[in-house]
């Protein structure tokens, strides 16, 4: 039986970082990492890929370039967890042993939950989505071909990774249809299943004037529960009707972001609470009953936005506090739910988002991100990139925290300086 001081199960964002980072910290021959895909996505990318400023393969990377050097890297999928023998089942019926567990495993896409949505993906090339490897590459075609009609961008109703993603495509999309002539026949409606536009209150007022000062719809409460390509209409049900009454739209293009949920190995698991999520402590990340399992990234239940960014701010409270429990010492670190959603509005302009638990702004540059801003544009489209593969993969990008306190040094009251 294989034995591993540390597994890790998923290499993506969360789970490269923290492979990495342990193999630093206890040689890389004791860690093991399970993870069935040859190549590592740069998802945060796909917003641009969609909207045509990037190309598809600078947002992919061989897992095989990004895994510890010495690890031991298994190419296959976890099918369950026994977190009481201390073992993580794979595809081939093997029982891989751990000291230490990292649960990894983000988000699956539920595509069968709106009827008729893999079909349409399949068949219709005005229905696109950006949460998808092959569905992101219809998007930017779909964009440059729209003729006029209803432009309809949806989010569903279920937790989803990188909550700001739905609206930044529709941003991109009305942009370049002003500048190419197409925007008086465009209709742009977003059909949200929430309520707001955004769950922070300062990026939420921003956001809203964009919406109004370029003429774009917001239906809230709208939830996409079925698509019908042959006839290229859209029907949602509206949230707030007790008879759960549903309204048909036509569309001449539709950017879908589907149902998620962790995956079923992780649903079915012991690990979860009743929500499906992995049941950690939101503060140390350390699970609830098994205290040689950790989380990190979307697949947990720390109660803030699921992006990149929180998983990079994640790492590095994962890795201080389970290097105590390895060493029998109390944990010190303290995950405040830092998260960051750069909420590009047009070609050169975005609103950075970064907040705490409790929807604080905790902003890292010492000016005003709630306006939009040409430098951040430039930040999540030129900078994220080169932070993300040339320091987070190999456990070097703990988020911008530090660079936070270090801006705002005697700038702020008492009140904005972290606690640590
Ligand atoms: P992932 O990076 O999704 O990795 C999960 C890994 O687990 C995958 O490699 C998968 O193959 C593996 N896995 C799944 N099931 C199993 C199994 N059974 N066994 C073994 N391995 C398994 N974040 C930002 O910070 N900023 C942004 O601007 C931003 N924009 C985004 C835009 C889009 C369109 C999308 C889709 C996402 C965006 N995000 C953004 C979110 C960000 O990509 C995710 O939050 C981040 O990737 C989460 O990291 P993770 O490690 O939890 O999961
Ligand atoms: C970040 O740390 C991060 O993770 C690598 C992202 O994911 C791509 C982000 O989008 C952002 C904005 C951050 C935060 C970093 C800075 C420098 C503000």
């Known amino acids: ?28 021959e004791k860690v093991g990492v399970i993870e069935p895909n040859d190549e590592h996505y740069y998802q945060p990318m796909w917003t641009l890929v ?6 598809l393969q600078d947002s992919v990377q061989k897992m095989s370039k990004l895994l510890p050097k ?3 890297w298994m190419k296959t999928k976890a099918v369950a967890f026994d ?11 093997e029982e891989v042993k751990y000291e230490y567990l990292i649960v990894a495993t983000g988000l699956q896409l539920n595509y069968n939950k709106v009827k008729g949505l893999p079909e349409a993906f399949d068949t219709d090339p005005t229905v696109c989505s950006n949460y998808d490897y092959n569905y992101v590459q219809k998007t930017w075609p779909a964009i440059q071909n729209f003729k006029g009609g209803n432009a309809i961008f949806t989010f569903p109703n279920t937790p989803i990774k990188c909550a700001g993603a739905p609206q930044k495509i529709m941003y991109l999309a009305e ?76 569309y001449e293009f539709l950017h879908v972001t589907p149902p998620m949920s962790t995956p079923d190995v992780v649903r079915d698991s012991p690990l979860v609470d009743a929500a499906g999520f ?14 040689n399992i950790f989380g990190i990234g979307d697949c947990t239940n720390a109660p803030t936005s699921k992006t990149a960014a929180a998983a990079a701010a994640q790492c590095g409270i994962l890795e201080t506090n ?7 010492k109390p944990m010190t670190a303290q995950y405040d739910g830092y998260t960051s959603c750069p909420l590009i509005t047009a070609r050169g302009k975005c609103i950075l988002a970064e907040f705490d638990f409790d929807g604080n702004p905790l902003e890292t540059f010492p000016i005003n991100q709630g306006k939009e801003r040409m430098t951040m544009y430039h930040m999540k489209k030129d900078v994220m990139p080169q932070i993300y593969w040339h320091m987070m993969m190999n456990g070097h990008w703990n988020g911008p925290g530090v660079y936070r306190k270090l801006m705002h040094l005697g700038m702020d009251g008492p009140e904005k300086q972290p606690a640590s």
């Open 1 to 28: 039986q294989r034995h591993f001081k540390i597994l890790v199960v998923g290499a993506g964002a969360g789970g490269c970082s923290v492979a990495n980072k342990f193999a630093h910290h206890v040689g890389g």
């Open 175 to 250: 942009d370049w249809w002003r500048k190419n002539g197409m925007r008086e026949k465009a209709n742009i409606i977003f059909n949200s299943s929430l309520g707001v536009i955004f769950g922070v209150k300062k990026y939420a007022n921003s956001l809203n004037k964009v919406i109004e000062s370029r003429g774009m719809k917001i239906n809230y409460k709208r939830n996409l529960i079925e698509v019908r390509p042959e006839t290229r209409e859209a029907i949602f049900q509206n949230l707030d009707s007790p008879t759960g009454e549903t309204e048909t739209f036509k």
């Open 70 to 72: 010495k690890g031991t």
């Open 322 to 328: 389970l290097r105590a429990v390895m060493a029998n």
């Open 83 to 93: 977190p009481e023998k201390c073992t993580v089942t794979t595809a081939e019926g």
């Open 278 to 291: 992995v049941d950690v402590d939101k503060n140390t990340l350390q699970h609830k009953k098994y205290s």
């Open 50 to 55: 969609g909207g045509g400023v990037k190309k």
